[in-house]
């Protein structure tokens, strides 16, 4: 695609973006922007939340790892919906019985300030970096396909991204991002299913030929249950996916605030029912999409590209199907990372003001005020640490975010975990000692695992390790003969 036509394509959606979001956040104040005002229908929520689970990382990224994964990430999205479930009927009607704002609000009335301060900045941080380093990826991609074409500086492209989403997001916040991300979901299930639907009419095959051509196919093995070593083994992938879910959603700000905007706890439990269910489908399309992409370019003696997640973006914009190919790829990735950039800002800003500044309980004048320069100063942070990310221009800072995002919601689940399952009182004080910790023992476990225990690779699981580390660092702080006087 030239770069007129990504222009003409990015335009066109963000005039549906903006028309949506100006329509949601009528009369929007501070409860429609933390909370959706908790009247948000939950089959719209469910259909928005299957978009806020996916990022343009995922988008671009997941197609392309069946080459050395195989369907294997399937086995950690089943531990996805197992997690979901633990998180619909435990945290869910917790979360709406203390009628909270910032599910960080829990720790303080359980624990103190102290664990209350230390579960918000490892959010911040996480989040922070996490969203940063997906929205670099994009505009990475954007840099290629438009700025450059033109010569225009890699810092226009960011401010202008930023820019693009903090417009969407500065009134209607959660109120917006519901219906936002409902057109999200929409754009990538239907690029998906045409792109397949493309690839598999090139080779003149139906629905039943296209499934046993990606049955057929080496690179879709779902299960792995012959090496205890290997990261793709079962039990590994499914048990990290049961917390990481738990963890990086129902502990997460950014995707509980979807949750708490539905109007009772029943609802949100139906929501994350059906959006957990509908997502495994999704990602299963992604990985099958992945199959044909490598079937197509070894028939079209296609050059593969060294890394595997360029091999969507080659194929899709490299004029080898019909334009409307090249759109659609434009549209999910566009779809997928504006919204999850606009998600983080909208509950970065929600966390900060609740939680760092303490301004719940501000006149809503006030907090508004509060919250619109807080919402200012994220979109500024954010578009600082992308351009960062750019100026190092090094993968493997980016690998090293990303882990440092998995470490973080370590101390936050083993926190929540210690919280709700027992009645103890701990000394509060001392928690962020233990959250510190936590994740330094992790380091030191992943880095020396292979010599300590016969080769035994970590993968996603070291996040319960690091939880495990939390809740045993906070039994060494229990007060004795203090306990909760009810359950919390």
Not at 25 to 33: E, L, P
Not at 135 to 142: K, P
Not at 462 to 472: H, S
Request: with cysteine; charged share 10%; aromatic share 16%.
């Amino acid at each position: 695609m030239n770069p007129i036509s990504v222009i003409i394509t990015m335009l066109v959606y963000f005039a549906f973006l903006f028309a949506i979001s100006y329509v949601a956040s009528k009369k929007a104040d501070n409860a429609g922007f933390f909370t959706g005002n908790r009247k948000q229908p939950w089959f719209v929520v469910a259909f928005a939340m299957i978009g806020a689970t996916i990022s343009g990382v995922t988008f671009v990224s997941v197609p392309g790892m069946v080459a050395s994964s195989g369907f294997s990430y399937l086995q950690m999205v089943l531990g996805f919906v197992v997690g979901q479930f633990i998180i619909a009927f435990v945290l869910v009607p917790l979360f709406y019985k203390m009628n909270l704002v910032s599910i960080y609000e829990y720790l303080n009335n359980r624990f103190g300030f102290s664990s209350y301060r230390t579960g918000a900045l490892f959010f911040f941080v996480s989040k922070m970096l996490g969203a940063s380093v997906r929205l670099f990826l994009v505009c990475l991609i954007l840099q290629m396909l438009v700025f450059e074409p033109f010569h225009l500086p890699f810092i226009l492209n960011v401010v202008i991204t930023v820019a693009i989403v903090w417009l969407y997001t500065f009134k209607g916040g959660v109120k917006s991002l519901i219906w936002t991300d409902t057109l999200k979901t929409t754009c990538l299930i239907v690029s998906v299913v045409l792109c397949i639907h493309y690839i598999a009419s090139t080779f003149s095959l139906g629905a039943v030929e296209t499934l046993q051509t990606i049955r057929n196919s080496e690179f879709s093995r779902m299960f792995f249950f012959d090496d205890v070593n290997d990261k793709r083994y079962f039990f590994k992938q499914f048990f990290a996916g049961v917390f990481t879910v738990i963890a990086m959603t129902g502990l997460d700000q950014d995707m509980m605030q979807r949750n708490l905007s539905c109007k009772n706890f029943k609802d949100a439990q139906k929501n994350m029912i059906i959006s957990v269910i509908l997502q495994f489908v999704v990602i299963a399309m992604f990985l099958m999409l992945g199959v044909l992409l490598y079937v197509y370019a070894t028939h079209q003696g296609i050059a593969l590209p060294t890394k595997s997640d360029e091999l969507f973006p080659l194929i899709a914009t490299g004029h080898y199907f019909p334009v409307i190919v090249g759109i659609l790829f434009i549209v999910g990735l566009t779809a997928s990372a504006y919204s999850a950039g606009g998600s983080a800002l909208t509950s970065l800003t929600t966390s900060f003001t609740i939680d760092i500044l303490q301004a719940k309980n501000k006149s809503d004048n006030k907090l508004k005020r509060i919250r619109e320069r807080v919402h200012v100063g994220m979109a500024f942070l954010m578009a600082v640490t992308i351009f960062v990310f750019g100026l190092l221009n090094n993968t493997s800072v980016i690998d090293a975010v990303y882990i440092l995002a998995s470490y973080t919601y370590g101390p936050i689940l083993g926190m929540f975990a210690f919280g709700i399952f027992t009645k103890w009182m701990v000394r509060d004080r001392y928690i962020p000692i233990v959250a510190l910790l936590s994740p330094a023992l992790c380091y030191v476990l992943q880095r020396n695992s292979e010599s300590w225990f016969d080769g035994y690779q970590f993968s996603y699981e070291l996040l319960i390790f690091n939880a495990l580390f939390t809740f045993i660092g906070l039994c060494l702080l229990i007060q004795s003969k203090k306990t909760v006087t009810a359950a919390v």
